[in-house]
């Protein structure tokens, strides 16, 4: 039979074992909320200035997974330009970030989304961006330190990829060779 000495440890010790529980839960959520997210990105051997100055709201859960949110889409000027959303998310490991999405990088005039980030080695002074069919390569010192990002006005660029913006441009094609033949046909009715 159990004596009550002995259920009285037990109960002692679970006592015990649960307050430390909470004590070290809530000391694990206390000092994330003073993290930054710049805090995080160096955590996770990533430069702070993968992300724009000014990040106040953020999320990041214990599997990874983060979102950012900024007050304006903006864009920041590195080695070539970068296009934030206002919404940021993405996959968080150490050494990059995947299934990224809300970064946009220029190139030739051309925006790509930028799907993934990744430092191979630190020692290498290198960062990749991944934006679909290449690999960009920067310089890791571009992004040592958060930069100011100039806010994007309201007008958002044309979207080739949903073919309404190409459906605009071959209807207004079309209209004006109507027009340019329903004229010669005036101007041939006015010669005769």
């Not at 307050?19 to 000391?27: F, L, Q």
């Not at 997210?37 to 990533?46: A, F, T, W």
Request: net charge negative; with cysteine; proline share 3%.
């Amino acid at each position: 039979m159990i004596s009550i000495t002995c259920i009285r440890f037990v109960l002692q010790l679970y006592i015990s074992f649960i307050s430390i529980s909470i004590r070290a839960t809530s000391a694990s959520d206390s000092s994330s909320d003073q993290q930054s997210i710049y805090e995080v990105l160096h955590e996770h051997g990533l430069p702070m200035g993968l992300l724009p100055k000014g990040v106040k709201e953020f999320n990041v859960d214990v599997d990874g997974q983060f979102w950012v949110h900024l007050d304006q889409a903006c864009n920041a000027k590195f080695e070539s330009e970068l296009h934030y959303d206002t919404d940021v998310s993405g996959n968080l490991s150490y050494g990059r970030i995947g299934e990224l999405s809300g970064i946009e990088a220029q190139d030739l005039f051309l925006w790509f989304p930028v799907k993934g980030i990744q430092v191979d080695m630190p020692s290498s002074g290198l960062i990749y961006f991944d934006v679909g069919v290449v690999r960009k390569e920067f310089s890791l010192s571009l992004f040592e330190t958060p930069l100011d990002c100039v806010v994007v006005g309201s007008e958002k660029a044309p979207d080739f990829r949903d073919g309404s913006f190409t459906a605009e441009a071959v209807s207004k094609i079309q209209s004006g060779q109507l027009r340019y033949k329903l004229d010669q046909g005036n101007f041939a009715r006015n010669v005769i």
